[in-house]
């Protein structure tokens, strides 16, 4: 991809990953800049290169070194069959951290209820090496056909007796007027890399910095920190009422009978616990938002 040595070339997924993974860069400290109609974002990074790559091909380009490492879904290194070294599980979810799931789908009024009702029918998927090898390992003969998208639409069209399509919650799937009838596998996005980039010690070392920086902004989501002022009669109630990773930090306020106390807590806890520190006679309470936890 015409770059220098000394780089580490990126892959990023390109498609309905990629805002999520940009942000995420963004919040581990890194700025990735897409320009209209180019493949190479820029990056405030002089010893990274960036290339968008969609997922799906991204664990062949970085099995081939083409790419050093990259960001992908777990189903589409299996999909491909990919040699890689898998560095990082990484759910972007800011909520629910729930990841997606491919699942085998029928119409709801469908007679199958089990992979093996699907014998001898046709099954729609993008996913077709993942399913073929599924269902050959559990000796049901099916025929599996590649599709190019609108998946769900084949089972209306009379096109497929079943697709294997992937999912969160399921609702766009009922919506449909279809059912789920098994779970085939669960995927998230990955970090990976290259098998000779990782034996080599400086992208190896690159690599990682990346590594523990995206997992740092991941465990930061959700995650806030808060801080107020304590009078000393009231320390001991209030830091025994806080969550914290070690324990709250407390320092006395200058010249005062007062403590300024901080700890890290989730958005959930947060709302909960701020009336009953107020209550106990904290003030000045402060909410703030985290980028990062390691």
Same mark, same amino acid.
């Given at each position: 991809?015409?770059?220098?040595? $000394?780089?580490?070339?990126?892959?990023?997924?390109?498609?309905?990953?990629?805002? =999520?993974?940009?942000?995420?860069?963004? *919040?581990?400290?890194?700025? %990735?800049?897409?320009?209209?109609?180019?493949?190479?974002?820029?990056?405030?990074?002089?010893?990274?290169?960036? +290339?968008?790559? @969609?997922? *799906?091909?991204?664990?062949?380009?970085?099995?081939?070194?083409?790419?050093?490492?990259?960001?992908?879904?777990?189903?589409?290194?299996?999909?491909?069959?990919?040699?890689?070294?898998?560095?990082?599980?990484?759910?972007?979810? /800011?909520?629910? /951290?729930?990841p997606a799931r491919w699942v085998l789908v029928v119409a709801k009024d469908s007679p199958i209820?089990?992979?093996?009702?699907?014998?001898?029918? &046709?099954?729609?998927?993008?996913?077709?090496?993942?399913?073929?090898?599924?269902?050959?390992?559990?000796?049901?003969?099916?025929?599996?056909?590649?599709?190019?998208?609108?998946?769900?639409?084949?089972? +209306?069209?009379?096109?497929?007796?079943? %697709?294997?399509?992937?999912?969160?919650?399921?609702?766009? %799937? @009922?919506?449909?007027?279809?059912?789920?009838?098994?779970?085939?596998?669960?995927?998230?996005?990955?970090?990976? =890399?290259?098998?000779?980039?990782?034996?080599?010690?400086?992208?190896?070392?690159?690599?990682?910095?990346?590594?523990?920086?995206?997992?740092?902004?991941?465990?930061?989501?959700?995650?806030?920190?808060?801080?107020?002022?304590?009078?000393?009669?009231?320390?001991? +109630?209030?830091?025994?009422?806080?969550?914290?990773?070690?324990?709250?930090?407390?320092?006395?306020?200058?010249?005062?009978?007062?403590?300024?106390?901080?700890?890290?807590?989730?958005? &959930?806890?947060?709302?909960?616990?701020?009336?009953?520190? *107020?209550?106990? $006679?904290?003030?000045?309470?402060?909410?703030?938002?985290?980028?990062?936890? %390691?």
């Amino acid at each position: 991809m015409g770059v220098r040595e $000394g780089i580490l070339k990126l892959g990023i997924p390109k498609g309905s990953l990629e805002k =999520a993974t940009i942000d995420l860069f963004r *919040q581990a400290g890194w700025r %990735i800049t897409v320009r209209e109609r180019s493949y190479f974002p820029s990056i405030d990074d002089d010893e990274i290169s960036c +290339a968008l790559v @969609r997922a *799906q091909e991204m664990p062949r380009f970085v099995e081939m070194g083409i790419l050093d490492a990259g960001i992908t879904g777990k189903d589409w290194i299996m999909e491909n069959g990919s040699d890689v070294e898998i560095i990082q599980d990484l759910i972007y979810s /800011k909520t629910t /951290k729930r990841p997606a799931r491919w699942v085998l789908v029928v119409a709801k009024d469908s007679p199958i209820n089990s992979p093996e009702g699907c014998r001898g029918k &046709k099954v729609y998927t993008e996913l077709v090496n993942f399913t073929r090898r599924y269902f050959q390992k559990l000796g049901i003969p099916v025929d599996v056909e590649f599709s190019w998208g609108a998946t769900e639409a084949k089972i +209306a069209e009379g096109l497929a007796d079943a %697709i294997v399509e992937v999912t969160e919650t399921g609702s766009t %799937i @009922r919506a449909n007027g279809l059912r789920i009838v098994e779970e085939l596998m669960i995927t998230y996005p990955q970090l990976i =890399a290259n098998r000779n980039a990782w034996r080599d010690p400086w992208k190896r070392e690159k690599i990682g910095c990346i590594s523990l920086m995206l997992k740092s902004a991941l465990n930061a989501h959700g995650m806030v920190g808060i801080k107020m002022n304590v009078p000393r009669d009231k320390l001991e +109630a209030i830091t025994q009422l806080l969550p914290s990773i070690t324990a709250p930090t407390v320092a006395p306020l200058y010249q005062s009978d007062w403590y300024s106390v901080e700890t890290i807590t989730t958005e &959930k806890e947060v709302r909960i616990l701020v009336p009953k520190l *107020q209550k106990l $006679g904290a003030v000045g309470i402060i909410e703030y938002p985290l980028n990062k936890v %390691i």
